[in-house]
């Protein structure tokens, strides 16, 4: 019978919750490593019960946990992220250039060919791979080498590549995503990279239509259509029907488009989930109603989803990487709250429930369908 | 020597950590065996060249502030004697 195993990282520890099919009962297993930041967990679709997790303190600095067990064990693996050659500089926020400076993990990316092999996005902004399970690390410097990457600069939130994208059929293509400097592809496995940015538009830049500095809060693919992109921007739901070279905008009837997290249905390429919030200075729900807003046309065209949810008095957030969703045949949607609530619904949206309401703030949520 | 919790529970001690040290024993020579005996901390404490404290981390010992002094500076006596502990001691947080 099929199982549903959530990797839930909290600013104060690691949490993994499992279920049954129905994703009705669900047992917590945490804190792991209590009082750290797990900025990340991600399980290989090879072999899901190897899991990496990320875990972080400014005291401490980076720390790579690796469980080969489904979580019942872990073990501290590689740590040393070091740029490739002079790292030299990036624009900091008010323009002047700063040097590159390795800060943590904030997202970790399995490869769907090569149990061994995982990515890792980093701020400041770089690519990692490792060809052995996390034990050494070498900078895919071909990315923050781009022409562009002296002009990059960081978003509030620092300068993180914080979503990875691989192409299941044809591993050497991948996407990346970076506040505040873009989107990019390769089609060699990280060696060169392309600006995958056409059409997209930023008010806050001297020039809207440049192609750097666009904040890309979250992209999303579904692996059935490897060339269609959903992105979540700091204002702006796009997608993209050619590899990323150019976007258009389907955010439509949304409430609001700023947003963080995006996702695709497990079995409805077409259907694309959000979580709105107000604005970039108030991040929190429109109305103090906690709505997910599902498209199944691919965006434009947008409903809320609430049954389950808290219709007032809301002002969470749900960041970037806090949303997920498993493969079952009703596919499960999840995602986590700044304010410690872990919700899930198992029909795609329709209903929701509180799996979890008081964790700490919710950095990222995966989901592992197991058989 | 004292670790604060965190690094006390990543390498997975209890109470003070005692280590063997040569004839000239330095707060590097310190760090060395401290990593040696426990590979986990690497990156930790300083980078991983050896050379550089993280920010929010201050180093202590009978009274004084080693924060700043060189690695290959003398540790003090009394740590070496083992009547005082050295302390490696992160920020307060607030909150």
């Known amino acids: 019978m099929p199982r549903v195993r959530l990797l839930v990282g909290t600013r104060k520890g690691a949490f993994i919750l499992t279920s049954d099919e129905a994703r009705q009962k669900w047992e917590i297993e945490g804190p792991l490593f209590g009082g750290w930041e797990i900025m990340h967990m991600k399980g290989s679709p090879l ?44 624009q900091w926020y008010d323009g002047t250039p700063h040097p590159w400076e390795f800060k943590r993990v904030w997202h970790f990316e399995p490869s769907p060919r090569d149990p061994e092999v995982v990515f890792a996005g980093v701020e400041d902004a770089a690519l990692f791979r490792s060809n052995d399970g996390g034990a050494h690390w070498t900078e895919l410097s071909g990315l923050r080498t781009h022409a562009t990457g002296s002009t990059w600069a960081p978003g509030a939130g620092g300068m993180c590549l914080h979503t990875i ?5 044809r591993v050497e293509r991948m996407y990346v995503a970076i506040s505040a400097a ?44 490897p060339d269609t992109l959903f992105m979540q921007k700091h204002w702006d739901v796009c997608r993209s029907d050619d590899a990323g070279d150019n976007w258009t905008e389907v955010s439509g009837n949304l409430p609001s488009d700023f947003g963080f997290p995006i996702g695709v249905h497990a079995h409805e390429p077409e259907t694309i989930y959000v979580v709105p919030i107000l604005s970039d200075s108030q991040h929190f729900p429109p109305d ?9 046309t691919g965006g434009n ?11 007032e008095d809301c002002y969470v957030n749900i960041l970037r990487d806090a949303m997920a969703v498993d493969s079952l045949d009703s596919c499960g949607i999840y995602f986590g709250t700044t304010g410690g609530q872990l919700y899930g619904s198992s029909d795609s949206g329709d209903t929701w429930m509180a799996i979890a309401e008081h964790l700490p703030t919710i950095l990222s949520v995966e989901v592992q369908t197991l058989p | ?80 004697e083992g009547s005082e502990v050295i302390q490696v001691v992160g920020a307060i947080a607030g909150g």
């Open chain 1, 47 to 90: 072999n899901p019960d190897r899991i990496y997790a990320s875990q972080w303190t400014d005291w401490f600095g980076q720390v790579v946990q690796r469980s080969d067990d489904g979580g019942k064990s872990w073990d501290a693996v590689g740590n040393e992220f070091s740029y490739d050659g002079v790292a030299g500089t990036h």
């Open chain 1, 165 to 169: 994208l691989i192409d299941p059929a």
């Open chain 1, 182 to 225: 873009g989107a990019f592809r390769t089609d060699d496995g990280g060696g060169s990279w392309a600006v995958a940015t056409g059409g997209l538009s930023s008010d806050f830049l001297p020039d809207p239509s440049a192609s750097v500095g666009h904040c890309v809060h979250n992209m999303a693919m579904h692996p059935s259509r």
């Open chain 1, 288 to 296: 103090g109603k906690l709505r997910v807003y599902r498209s199944r």
């Open chain 1, 301 to 311: 065209e947008w409903e809320a989803l609430t049954r389950g949810l808290p219709q």
């Open chain 2, 1 to 80: 020597m004292a670790l604060p919790a965190h690094l006390r529970t990543l390498a997975g001690v209890e109470g003070e950590v005692h280590l063997e040290l040569g004839a000239s024993p330095s707060f590097g020579a310190l760090l060395d065996a401290l990593e040696a005996r426990h590979p986990v901390l690497r990156g930790t404490i300083r980078d991983h060249r050896g050379t550089t404290r993280r920010p929010l981390l201050r180093f202590y010992a009978d009274g004084v502030d080693l924060s700043h002094q060189p690695l290959d500076a003398p540790l003090p006596a009394s740590a070496v």
